[in-house]
């Protein structure tokens, strides 16, 4: 579905990735970890056409986006939940669900998807006419989340989605993230908590200072030594 070959993204100067190939195929969960600054953000961002790379190239479905603009990535499936989850504090947690659904013109999808959104997180249901910035850092979260499904997307990028969560949250959180790929939708997933993402992806990256260092099958990666004392803190 998505293949990033040999990307080098800098921010001026800055090289942030030094040639990463990644791959994911369709209907899967796929983590990418890694410490502070190994360059996860600036993969998605990559992705997303929020920066280009420099170099090397990235195919979602066959086309070539490499160049794409962000417009166009969305509209063709792509859809990021940034890490920060960026709602807009002065919309109502309905109005952050539709700016989801600003690229879709099919009013009746719209409709059942905001109702789907519902179904997934009922307290946003309960909360839709009240301001995003009052909401919870946890339900701010499935908010972000919910908007992102708006765009009725076939891959699902999370920044962080756990970041600055409660345990009990966080928990919520991952299961819901395995619901929705479980409801067709691939799922990239960039996370510092190592030990819950490799637990719920079916393949896993390592990504530091700007290169990929290890990959293959979440369970591998959670048994694998160098894994588990740099990335787990185990052993
Ligand atoms: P974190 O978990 O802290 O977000 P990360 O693995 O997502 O880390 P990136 O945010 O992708 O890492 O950053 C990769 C590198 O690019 C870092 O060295 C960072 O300082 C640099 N960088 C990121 N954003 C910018 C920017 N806007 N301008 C300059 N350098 C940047």
Aim: cysteine-free; overall charge neutral; proline content about 4%.
């Amino acid at each position: 579905m998505l293949e990033l070959t040999a990307i080098e993204t800098f921010y001026g100067n800055i090289q942030a990735l030094k040639g990463v190939s990644l791959k994911v195929a369709q209907g899967e969960i796929v983590t990418l970890i890694g410490a502070n600054g190994a360059g996860k953000s600036t993969t998605l961002m990559s992705i997303s056409g929020v920066v280009h790379p420099r170099k090397g190239s990235i195919a979602f479905l066959g086309e070539d986006v490499t160049a794409s603009s962000t417009e166009r990535i969305v509209s063709m499936g792509i859809t990021q939940v940034p890490e920060g989850r960026m709602i807009f504090p002065r919309l109502t947690v309905r109005e952050n669900l539709l700016m989801g659904a600003y690229l879709r013109k099919d009013k009746a999808g719209v409709r059942d998807d905001e109702e789907h959104a519902y179904a997934l997180f009922p307290v946003l249901r309960e909360r839709r006419s009240q301001m995003g910035g009052t909401l919870s850092g946890g339900e701010q979260q499935m908010l972000a989340i919910g908007r992102a499904l708006m765009a009725r997307p076939k891959l699902l990028l999370l920044d962080e989605p756990s970041l600055g969560l409660a345990p009990l949250v966080v928990e919520n959180i991952f299961e819901i993230i395995v619901q929705i790929n479980k409801d067709g939708v691939t799922v990239m997933l960039v996370e510092q908590n190592a030990q819950m993402a490799l637990q719920i992806a079916h393949r896993g990256y390592v990504l530091e200072t700007g290169h990929v260092t290890l990959e293959g099958p979440g369970k591998d990666l959670l048994n694998n030594p160098k894994v588990r004392s740099a990335y787990l803190g185990l052993d």
